[in-house]
């Protein structure tokens, strides 16, 4: 099994962490993991931004940079989300303005085998305890593209559940939109800070230490939400959870 990591751009720049958890995780489990260099950004941000003809050369970068994998693992539900559900979408665009078939065959080698991390898990390495030791109470924040173009259901809840140490507390609300949404959040910022605020409010009614989500860029959002608020609630990734063992906490002692 020739497994890639697909880091994404938000964890490449602002979250390297996850990346690693992710690496750690995947290898505890006896997973070959590799970090193609040619990897580039899913083509999100143009994309959501009305420039689809700017994302087609990134749809064949990322063809192209996990060409001969079986499988594409990202700590991140709307680049899943991207690939998989929009990639199809911008190839049959471009077939249908004449521009041929490349585009189709990009996607068609990329979309099958890309997965989210709680995704790969579950369904591909068909595991929901690998093992990890996190002694905090958490909630957990299903984000939009996860909940409802991933249709990742309970996967991310299970994974949680078998955590030792941990226990999970039931968020209010969970299923409403945190107000990120990319550029939805520049466009729209005063809707987006009072999306923000209420699920920052539900978060802090759980009495967690920390709330988890799949998307760092939901996090970030909610994190600085929090912060603002005075909460001392923390953001992490699931990655970083999964990844955490009781031997790392002596470690870090």
Do not use: W
Not at 21 to 39: C, N, W
Not at 92 to 101: C, D, L, Q
Not at 160 to 177: K, Q, S, T, Y
């Amino acid at each position: 099994m020739r497994v890639a990591l697909f880091v994404t751009c938000v964890n490449d720049t602002l979250f390297p962490r996850t990346g690693r958890a992710v690496v750690t995780l995947l290898e505890r489990l006896g997973v070959e993991v590799d970090f193609p260099q040619a990897q580039t950004c899913c083509g999100q941000p143009q994309f959501n931004t009305g420039y689809r003809h700017e994302t087609e050369p990134l749809v064949r970068r990322y063809a192209t940079a996990f060409d001969g994998y079986d499988f594409v693992v990202t700590p991140s539900g709307s680049c899943a989300a991207m690939v998989r559900d929009n990639y199809p979408r911008i190839a049959a665009k471009a077939a249908a303005e004449g521009r041929g078939a490349e585009l189709a065959e990009a996607a068609a080698l990329a979309v099958p085998k890309t997965y989210e991390l709680t995704e790969f898990l579950v369904d591909v390495l068909e595991v929901v305890d690998v093992g990890a030791y996190y002694p905090h109470t958490v909630t957990y924040h299903p984000t939009c593209h996860g909940l409802r173009l991933l249709d990742l259901g309970d996967r991310p809840r299970r994974l949680l559940e078998h955590v030792r140490g941990l226990e999970l507390r039931e968020l209010p609300g969970a299923e409403e939109c945190c107000g990120f949404g990319g550029t939805f959040a520049v466009k729209n910022a005063a809707v987006s800070a009072a999306m923000g605020a209420d699920k920052a409010r539900d978060i802090v009614a759980t009495g967690a230490d920390a709330v988890c989500t799949v998307d760092n860029s939901c996090l970030m959002h909610i994190g600085g939400t929090l912060t603002r608020l005075g909460s001392t609630v923390r953001p992490v990734h699931i990655a970083e959870i999964l990844a955490s063992t009781e031997q790392t906490r002596e470690v870090a002692r």
